[in-house]
Each structure stands twice: as C-alpha cells, then as structure tokens.
C-alpha cells in the first residue's frame, strides 16, 4: 500500500507492535493511517476507533464477581501479542483483584484457534470440576457450539464476542455474559475519519471509544434482533 501511493490505510493490528515500524514508514510517507478494533498506541497512527479494551476486561471481571458473589475460583483464556487481548486482560485482572474471595487458579493461551481453546477448556474443566467461572478474552469458546459441551452447569462462562453461535450458547444457558464489540461500526467509522482526513478534518479524538453491548440471558433476544437489523443494512 505504501508503494501504491493510497490515501490512506485503515488496519486492525493483531500484534501491535510487530506493525507499528510500517505504520510509521507509511505516516512518514504523507499516507494517514488510523486503526479499528486492535490498536498500535506506539505507532503514529493518527486515530483508533474501537472497544476501550481496559474497560472492557474490568466489565467481564465485575460481571464474574457479581455471579459468583464475591467469592470462588476463576480460570482465564487469553493468546499472546495481541495489544487488545492485554489490555482486557489487565482490566479483568483488576477487577478481579478487588474481590478478595476470588481466586485465579488457571490462565490458558488458546492461540487464537478455537480447536485448541475446546481442548483447553476440556482439560482444564478436568482440572478443575469445581471451577466456579472462565473468563475468556476472545470469543475462541463461543465461535463453535462444542467448545463449551464439558463446562458443567455450575461453571459460570463470560466470553468477549457476539457473533453466532455465542448468543445461541447463551440463550442454552452454556455462556451467562457476553461482550459485544460495535462490530458494524469497524467498516464504516475508519473510513469516515480518512476522508474527512483527506479533506483537511482531523479527528477531534486519538482514541474513539465505540463502547460495548453487555448481554445476557434478559436482553439476548433483542439483541439478536438488532443485529440481524443491522446485519441486513435497516
């Protein structure tokens, strides 16, 4: 893109770092860069539109205190070199640690592929029968319907994403919480700021937070609704 000459290049960055060097080369090449869902905050990039990861991970943490009342044992899964995943990690971790009752027994890395986030969660369920919550950082064990089979009823699950089949799995009572990402807004929001870049508008903002949906049991069906809205372009 850079020896293209493009007007501009919008990106989610899985390994923000490992990007950010090109980023720079770009910026430095007269081409504004902005990112969407997964940020490069070392770059030059000129604006991120997305999920405040953070705050999204202090969410799942709160969500999982109040489930299990203060008190119990909790397993997380997350991957590695993500600046995303991290940052929600930190903010599930921080939540966590203000419910002393909690216990962290187990962090898995599921790479992100899901195949290996169903073998995580089964032996780590034998690990563990009496696990009171995953917490996952990804949607890996909500992205298949099986992932999720030998969780027990009595463990609770708080997944990132939304997208089928994870409301589906909630509605089965399989997933108690999930987080929503503005997954329509990806698409449309980058592409505005280039071109009011592109006609001398900068961003009135570096860091655009999209906010997220929280969804459980009492607001899964309207929220399929508006997604399948959405989805159809209303």
Known sequence: FITQRVDGIAISCLNGDFLTETINRAVDAGIPVVTWDADAPN????????????????????????????KGTVALMTSIGATNLQRR??????????????????TVYGKDDTAKAAELIATGTLRAPDLGAWISVGGWPVFTRNALVPVPRSTFVISFDTIQPAPE???????????????????????????????GRMPAQTII???????????????????????AGK
């Open 43 to 70: 770059s030059k990039r000129i604006a991120f539109y997305g999920v405040d990861d953070k705050a999204g991970g202090r969410i799942m943490g709160e969500e999982a205190v109040k489930l299990l009342n203060g």
């Open 89 to 106: 990690l930190d903010g599930v971790l921080e939540a966590l640690a203000k419910a002393p009752g909690l216990r962290l027994v187990d």
């Open 169 to 199: 799995l909630l509605k089965a009572g399989k997933v108690q919480i999930l987080i929503g990402q503005k997954y329509f807004g990806w698409g449309e929001e980058p592409v505005k700021m280039l071109a009011g870049i592109k006609a």
């Open 209 to 231: 937070d999209a906010g997220v949906d929280v969804v459980r049991a009492d607001n899964v069906d309207a929220y399929i609704a508006e997604f399948k809205r959405l989805e």
